[in-house]
């Protein structure tokens, strides 16, 4: 609907252009008549027309004075003017003054309804220009927005952006915000963490924190609350930060979640450091506790050197391929990590990862693959993702149980007679400790059963065929390396140097020097 204003003297024209325009209703209506220009002011201003008709000839202000003050105060506003003669200056005003059309009284109702359309016509080809601009400009601000987000995502990620600018209307705060702390948030339940963006807005926090959903684990997204300048020294201090981890916790009290928070940084630029930090706070949990809350960042301390006792009989599970008792022995592992005091989960991913490395230079030797200790990049963005201990657990247990499928139809401990794979395995590990007990363990043995069943199969005892292996293999080395006696005794499973002595004095009739001596004197005979 359009309504106008009519501005003439005559009430009779007022009235009969008011009844012409009748059949126009509802799409154009009368919203009030003036009889001066003055008159006419005052009821633009407060009736807001979208269309003015006037008349050039009128006491206290003419049209000549009123068009072009209605041209600069009411631009949008189509203008129709009506006179009782042809007048050059009249009509010149007119044009100067951009009316819509002039027209000559007396005027039909076909020629006045026409004019009238022409305006609404106008004016609808204005709104739907404007319409198009506006929408034009929505879409462009939501393409700078999605654009903004995805750049202060990669920013957090590490991924390479240079130049990074914020161009949304939305977020624009952000270029002038001069403090920022990151929160890494990471649901215990593995449910999706919520936006809370109504509830921002009733708490006043929409135009100061920002969420970013994590692309690819559900449970996991960040906070970005940015500080006023007067909270800038620490996070564990900001008044708003605390404000807004109470309402955190109020949205989600029935899903409890772990907080990873940084420290207080000055630009997006440092958004990446800021990640990290909130990584090694959420690594930094007790695991022998339960595991919910907020973790600050603070410098980390020692890292806690695991051993674990039954290392050498997992390993040797898994290269045999036993997949239930590897699956046995990992949960008995994660139980164990939960019993040693002050033991944080950045230690158990370290431990995991020894474990995890030990395990891939078997499968290299296997399934001859380049020989990498270390996690693939890929592996260790997965864990460096994960920030509950169950979680590490699940993550760890697939990738052993994996290792232990892949070489089961390839072990060396799957074929052949007992004696033969104990034998394989002695010589397979002469370097690392190994007792009776340890291998009837992993064999399903009695001690005593084994001893025997070993010398009647072999005609040696134990210790003599383990001696044996060893000596052998320091007979190697003194030949061919220049190692010095007490690096060689270790390095072939002989802590005590003297007894390593007396057992190569007795295989050979040497002491190792005199055996190395020996040997060169021969190579240059």
């Known amino acids: 609907m359009y309504r106008y204003l009519i501005i003439d003297d005559e009430m009779l024209i007022r009235k009969g252009t008011i009844k012409k325009l009748k059949p126009l209703e509802p799409q154009v209506i009368c919203c009030g008549e003036a009889e001066n220009g003055e008159e006419g002011i005052r009821m633009a201003r407060e009736l807001q027309p979208d269309i003015i008709i006037l008349d050039m000839q009128m006491p206290v202000m003419d049209g000549m004075q009123l068009l072009p003050w209605m041209a600069e105060h009411f631009p949008g506003v189509p203008l129709i003017v009506i006179s009782g003669f042809q007048n050059f200056d009249y009509m010149k005003q007119a044009i100067s003054s951009k009316a819509v059309d002039y027209i000559l009284k007396p005027f039909g109702k076909e020629e006045i309804q026409k004019t009238v359309m022409n ?18 400009q929505e879409e462009k601000e939501e393409a700078c927005y999605a654009l903004d987000r995805k750049l202060l995502y990669n920013l957090i990620m590490g991924y390479d952006t240079e130049d990074a600018t914020i161009s949304s209307e939305r977020l624009y705060f952000i270029n002038q915000a001069h403090n920022l702390v990151l929160l890494t948030v990471y649901s215990v339940s593995g449910d999706e963490i919520p936006s809370m963006q109504e509830n921002l807005e009733k708490t006043g926090f929409a135009d100061l924190v920002l969420y970013l959903p994590h692309t690819f684990i559900r449970q996991s997204g960040f906070w970005i609350l940015f500080l006023p300048e007067y909270e800038a020294e620490s996070a564990k201090s900001a008044r708003l930060l605390k404000q807004f981890l109470d309402t955190l916790r109020t949205k989600m009290e029935d899903s409890p979640f772990l907080v990873g928070i940084s420290d207080v940084h000055r630009d997006i630029q440092e958004l990446h450091r800021a990640y990290l930090e909130t990584t090694e706070a959420l690594n930094c949990q007790k695991v022998g506790k339960e595991m919910e809350g907020e973790f600050f960042y603070s410098e980390t301390g020692t890292p806690m050197d695991i051993q674990w006792e039954g290392e050498e009989e997992f390993l ?17 592992l994660f139980d164990w990590y939960s019993s040693i005091p002050d033991c944080t989960l950045a230690d158990v991913k370290r431990h995991c990862e020894h474990v995890g490395g030990r395990c891939r230079q078997i499968m290299s030797r296997y399934l001859g693959q380049k020989k990498e200790q270390s996690a693939s990049p890929e592996m260790q963005a997965v864990v460096n993702t994960l920030f509950t201990l169950k979680d590490v657990e699940n993550y760890y247990l697939q990738f052993y149980l994996n290792i232990a499928h892949l070489l089961r139809p390839h072990s060396i401990y799957n074929t052949g007679e007992l004696i033969d794979q104990i034998q394989t395995y002695m010589k397979k590990n002469y370097q690392k400790s190994i007792t009776q007990d340890f291998l009837a363990s992993l064999f399903f043995l009695n001690r005593s059963y084994l001893s025997q069943l070993f010398r009647k199969k072999t005609g040696q005892k134990f210790i003599d065929y383990l001696n044996e292996i060893r000596i052998e293999k320091a007979k190697e080395q003194l030949i061919s390396t220049d190692k010095k006696m007490y690096q060689i005794a270790r390095s072939v499973g002989y802590d005590n140097v003297k007894y390593f002595f007396r057992i190569f004095r007795k295989k050979t009739g040497f002491s190792p020097e005199q055996f190395r001596e020996e040997q060169k004197s021969r190579k240059f005979e």
């Open 316 to 332: 040797f599970r898994i290269e045999s391929g036993q997949m239930e008792l590897v699956k046995k022995m990992a949960e008995e």
């Open 119 to 136: 305006a609404v016509e106008a004016l609808q080809n204005k709104e739907s220009q404007e319409q198009q601009i506006l929408s034009m």
